[in-house]
T-cell receptor, first 114, second 114 residues
């Protein structure tokens, strides 16, 4: 069975601190990976995605993620967070051969203090 | 994303009542999905549909049913609501033709079952 793990449930940072949120997936074949963000009271929005090619993916709002196949990881990073980055972040994946079904991690709540 | 709409946005109902949640999209996508979000559990897939004649169960379909009335409409029904179906429900769409099958989410329906 495929699963996505996010080990950090709640991360608290001060503004300008660097961010790294962990994401691991369990499927051994081709995977497509996503990070979504959910701001308070809002729906999920796509931050970035990886399908193939350069394993370092850049997304919106200064976020990036690195796909490391040997570690089954797709960690999200941002060099300097802002108060407006306070949100819940979800990692998700689906198998490359069966596009459509997304498997989500449980989410990481990020709180940034001004 | 304003292209994916959900009605109602909020609903309070009583145990045993039949409830229908509706999702419409103007993105022209062929695939549609229903998820529920519970605190600490992330998003879990209830049902998905790859086209009008294709309906598939997700991880947690018990107690739910769906109808794909048209390519643009996908409704979720709770035949006899129970309190543990209290959750935030999201509809999503994706386009197989893009090759990436990225999912775009609606604003959500907050359902409370008393």
């Amino acid at each position: 069975a495929q699963s996505v793990s996010q080990h950090n449930h709640h991360v608290i940072l001060s503004e300008a601190a660097s961010l790294e949120l962990g994401c691991n997936y369990s499927y051994g074949g081709t995977v497509n990976l996503f990070w979504y963000v959910q701001y308070p009271g809002q729906h999920l929005q796509l931050l970035l995605k990886y399908f193939s090619g350069d394993p370092l993916v850049k997304g919106i709002k200064g976020f990036e993620a690195e796909f490391i196949k040997s570690k089954f990881s797709f960690n999200l990073r941002k060099p300097s967070v802002q108060w407006s980055d306070t949100a819940e972040y979800f990692c998700a994946s689906h198998r490359g051969s069966t596009l459509g079904r997304l498997y989500f991690g449980r989410g990481t709540q990020l709180t940034v203090w001004p | 994303d304003a292209d994916v709409t959900q009605t109602p946005r909020n609903r309070i109902t009583k145990t045993g009542k039949r409830i229908m949640l509706e999702c419409s999209q103007t993105k022209g996508h062929d695939r549609m999905y229903w998820y529920r979000q519970d605190p600490g559990l992330g998003l879990r897939l209830i049902y998905y549909s790859f086209d009008v004649k294709d309906i598939n169960k997700g991880e947690i379909s018990d107690g739910y049913s769906v109808s794909r009335q048209a390519q643009a409409k996908f409704s979720l029904s709770l035949e006899s609501a129970i309190p543990n179906q209290t959750a935030l429900y999201f509809c999503a769409t994706s386009d197989r033709g893009t090759g990436t099958d990225t999912q775009y989410f609606g604003p959500g329906t907050r359902l409370t079952v008393l």
